[in-house]
Each structure stands twice: as structure tokens, then as C-alpha cells.
């Protein structure tokens, strides 16, 4: 049976997506589907998107796609980072991010958001008003999902690997971030994420022949100095520390 591997949130961290790409090959993954926040970051954008075009993974938008190609110049001239990106990318990138669909039915059976399916910027599983991630409740989550009936909704955003099963008998499958194991973020409030370690994180979805969904998730080593050292070429110390540590830095 066809095995899927889901990625998300690689952050234009080429190091981590070629070592999260291997990986999955090796257990047989024929079909890859990329959850959106691809090319934003300090690390390799260009890179990355050349990549992926080889992969020809099945891919949908993040809210910093979108970001990047909607970015003002007073954005742009107010953010090293962006500006980074945008020198590094050219045209083709941009073009290639808004062409891609906000948000895909993967098979029958599995959905595919970034954030919610009417939000890129909302987080689905993770409650973010105590300054950390808390999971929903289960009547909040079917809310968010605003009719979406699929048997696996898979989503992004929060970079936390979570696998949640509603009382409507679905599967919501987080597979947590390529690229980026921590991050403090100032909105819609200050919070942080994290996930305490420095590994590459994905998730494979098979189904079985009595029509049951194997469901594993995967932690991957990568040679995260190469990814330390983009980060600080570009100033960005938060980055660093988030890359090595998958900790955000303390307060």
C-alpha cells in the first residue's frame, strides 16, 4: 500500500529537509506532502525551493508563504530576515508560492491545512493564551474544523508533533516542523514553542488493507551545525538558539 510521508514548517532549512527526505525514502515513502511555511527563514531559501521542485511533493500554502509574497517595503526594510529571503529567491519562488492552494484533499480519506480550514494563521489543536501550547478541547477543535468531515485532517502551523482524535472518530495529525523546533512568537499574544530537542520531525500515514491507518511519527538527526551557522551569518541569534537546543530562549 502506498506509504505518505506529511512535512511541515521546513523554514527554508535545506539541511534538515534533505535528512528528513532520506529518511522517509528509506522506509519506503513514495508520496510526500509538504503543509505550507516553507521558504521563510535565515537558513537557505533558494535552496529549498529548488529542492522541493525535484521532490514534486504535493504541497499547500503556510501563512509565511504567503507573508513573503505579500510583504510591504516598509516590511521588508524593517526585517534583515525578509529581506534576506527576497534577495535570495529571485521571481520564480514567488510565483510558485501563489499559484499553491490554500489548503487540499490529499486522498478520500485524508484533508490538508496549514492552520485551520479558514485560517492560516489559527492554530487548531493548540490553545496559546496561558504562553504555551495547550490542546484544545475536543468541541473546540470540531468548531474549527467548520464541517470538515474527513477521517485525517493533517495540519501544521505549531511546529508541535501531536496525533488528536476528536469524538467524531477523526484523526487530526500535527507532524510537527521540519526545520524549526522552537519559536517565540508576539502573535495574536506573546508564547512561546518548543519541542526540547534539536531533531527533524515528520510523520507516515499507511493505509492497511482492512482500510486501518498506521500512523508513526519520526525524529531525524541532520548536521544542525551547518544549519547554526546560516542562521548566525544572518544575525539571527533566537535562531541559533531555538536550531541547537529545539529551546526558546529564556525570558
Known amino acids: ?72 517595503q516598509d516590511e521588508i526594510d524593517s526585517n534583515p530576515t525578509m529581506k534576506f529571503i527576497l534577495g535570495s529567491l529571485g521571481e520564480p519562488p514567488l510565483e510558485w508560492m501563489k499559484q499553491l492552494p490554500f489548503d487540499a484533499q490529499i486522498t478520500p480519506d485524508i484533508y490538508a491545512c496549514h492552520g485551520t480550514p479558514d485560517d492560516d494563521l489559527v492554530y487548531l489543536l493548540e490553545d496559546i493564551h496561558t504562553g504555551g501550547p495547550a490542546v484544545r478541547a475536543d468541541s473546540e477543535i470540531i468548531r474549527l474544523l467548520n464541517g470538515v468531515s474527513s477521517p485525517i485532517v493533517l495540519c501544521g502551523h505549531t511546529h508541535i508533533p501531536r496525533c488528536v482524535e476528536l469524538s467524531t472518530g477523526q484523526l487530526i495529525i500535527n507532524p510537527g516542523s521540519v526545520g524549526l523546533q522552537a519559536y517565540t512568537d508576539e502573535e495574536p499574544l506573546v508564547h512561546s514553542m518548543q519541542n526540547h530537542s534539536s531533531r527533524a520531525s515528520y510523520v507516515t500515514l499507511q493505509q492497511s488493507a482492512d482500510n486501518r491507518w498506521a500512523i508513526e511519527f519520526h525524529k ?21 538558539h531555538y536550531l541547537s537546543t529545539g529551546r526558546c530562549v529564556p525570558a
Open 220 to 240: 531525524v538527526g541532520y548536521d544542525v551545525d551547518q544549519a547554526v551557522y546560516a542562521a548566525k551569518q544572518r544575525g539571527r541569534e533566537d535562531w541559533v
Open 1 to 72: 500500500m502506498e506509504k505518505i510521508a506529511v512535512l511541515s514548517d521546513i523554514h527554508s532549512n535545506i539541511f534538515a529537509l534533505k535528512a528528513v527526505v532520506n529518511d522517509a525514502k528509506a522506509k519506503g515513502v513514495t508520496t510526500f506532502v509538504n503543509l505550507g511555511d516553507i521558504l521563510y527563514g535565515p537558513i537557505a531559501p533558494r535552496e529549498t525551493y529548488d529542492y522541493l521542485l525535484e521532490l514534486e511533493a504535493v504541497t499547500i500554502s503556510g501563512n509565511q508563504d504567503r507573508q513573503i509574497y505579500e510583504a510591504t
